[in-house]
């Protein structure tokens, strides 16, 4: 079995209102990696104005700002400026977003067994939890 150094990466776009995100995102962005369930590669904030222009700030720009200036990141560098490029787009104008680069602590180990049983991911899609819930309840409800 290989011995990976990081697991599947994810990046996750989280739009919130304002610059900042409030203490209530902080907070579940530190739960989450406290806990283990994802390491954080990478976090940048980037800000879409009424006119469209993008801005960019780093964590360590801002870290200290928001509450997470204890936030040690593994692997700056792994979303590119294309990849910052086609996700403002989803961002609307007057809003921001914390685009999270994390790595799936949770699926190192199933991707080093994969690779050494000569298997390969195909494909791997993500239904948002609004989604599947709303979906459930409807068939609950049936």
Excluded: C, H
Excluded at 105 to 125: F, P, Q, R
């Amino acid at each position: 079995m290989p011995d990976f150094t990081y697991g599947p990466v994810e990046l996750l776009l989280v739009g919130f209102e304002g610059e900042r995100p409030g203490p209530e995102i902080v907070d579940a962005f530190r739960d989450v990696v406290d806990a283990g369930t994802v390491r954080l590669l990478d976090l940048l904030f980037v800000t879409r104005s009424l006119d469209g222009d993008v801005t960019l700030l780093e964590l360590e720009d801002a870290g200290d700002a928001i509450g997470l200036e204890e936030f040690a990141l593994e692997a700056t560098g792994l979303a590119s400026a294309e990849d910052i490029e086609e996700l403002a787009v989803q961002i609307p104008p007057g809003s921001s977003a914390a685009l999270l680069v994390i790595e799936l602590t949770w699926a190192k180990k199933l991707a080093g067994k994969l690779a050494g049983g000569g298997g390969v991911v195909i494909s791997s899609e993500r239904i948002p939890a609004p989604v599947v819930n709303e979906v459930l309840a409807a068939i609950a409800a049936e």
